[in-house]
């Protein structure tokens, strides 16, 4: 799946030697998985953090320090199960789990990704700003850094579970 929407988005930037290991990082938060017509349609995970700048921008726009945020990221709907809300659902499962931990979610996406950041604000994401992102092959990307829902008055007292799953 991971092969198929890379060839459809160019996402992820540059397609993984090892797909399992891209999905499955060691410092998950949660991960899930969704399920079409018997057949696996998208993924997340939840991170509690991804490169300085998009911490430091997402820190310094909701006024919590970079360990009350949890980052969405692997966020990916193979391209036949779009249109579906399977990454809207991906999406909101992310952030519930986020907010149960009593941290606000974020994410960020590459600015050529404009289906992704369609989907985002739909889902009433806020755009926080933009920030440069440099890989070890000195390549750089453009990002957009949004951020999720808000956790209710009691910031830091997890909610209790009983999110919905994906």
Do not use: C
Not at 23 to 36: E, Q
Not at 88 to 101: F, K, P, S
């Amino acid at each position: 799946m991971l092969r198929h929407v890379h060839e459809a988005d160019g996402y992820p930037l540059h397609l993984p030697e090892d797909p399992s290991a891209f999905v499955a990082v060691p410092d998950a938060l949660g991960a899930w998985v969704a399920v079409a017509d018997g057949v696996l349609a998208g993924h997340v995970v939840l991170r509690p953090a991804v490169n300085p700048s998009v911490m430091a921008l997402a820190s310094a726009a909701t006024g919590l320090p970079e360990t009350r945020l949890a980052v969405v990221g692997r966020l990916f709907v193979a391209p036949w199960a779009r249109r579906r809300g399977v990454g809207g659902a991906l999406l909101a499962r992310a952030a519930v789990e986020a907010l149960d931990l009593g941290r606000r979610p974020v994410l960020d996406v590459v600015t050529k990704d404009t289906a992704a950041i369609a989907l985002y604000r739909r889902e009433g994401w806020v755009e926080a700003g933009s920030v440069q992102t440099s890989f070890r092959s000195g390549e750089t990307v453009d990002e957009l850094v949004f951020l999720g829902p808000s956790p209710g008055p009691a910031l830091g007292t997890p909610r209790a579970s009983g999110g919905s799953s994906a």
